[in-house]
């Protein structure tokens, strides 16, 4: 699990080393006309370098933060955002986009993992 949302290490499936690091997370009605919160990461490895940006539909934050019991917060989206892009990074899903919105169920996986890495906290 990811410790610090806004620099970690993450390996690819073929044994490379990613460094990701959190840019800025904006409302994307601002900049796309999207109804979605935009949370915008790049990634390096070597000389490799991407930008990738994690589309998180507002509707499914709307829903998840009601069944999960919590508010909408900018560290909750951003760590929803940087807990996807881990993923995709382990498994090379999606890496060919730029712009990536995950699912709903994919929030509410990513979300039992935050919750279960807060209870392990404590």
Do not use: C
């Not at 499936?13 to 460094?19: A, H, R």
């Not at 840019?23 to 991407?50: C, M, P, T, Y």
């Amino acid at each position: 699990m990811i410790e610090d949302y806004r620099f970690f290490e993450v390996a690819d499936p073929f044994g490379e080393l990613w460094q990701v690091k959190f840019l800025w997370q904006q409302n994307a009605i601002s900049i796309r006309h999207a109804d979605a919160v935009d949370v915008k990461f790049i990634i390096s490895s070597g000389e490799a370098r991407q930008e990738k940006v994690i589309a998180l539909a507002h509707p499914d934050l709307l829903a998840l933060s009601a069944k999960a019991g919590r508010p909408v917060a900018d560290s909750w989206v951003s760590r929803l955002a940087a807990v996807h892009l881990r993923r995709m990074i382990e498994t090379w899903e999606d890496m060919e986009k730029t712009i990536v919105s995950p699912s709903l169920a994919e929030l509410e996986t990513h979300n039992a993992a935050l919750e279960q890495r807060a209870s392990a906290l404590r």
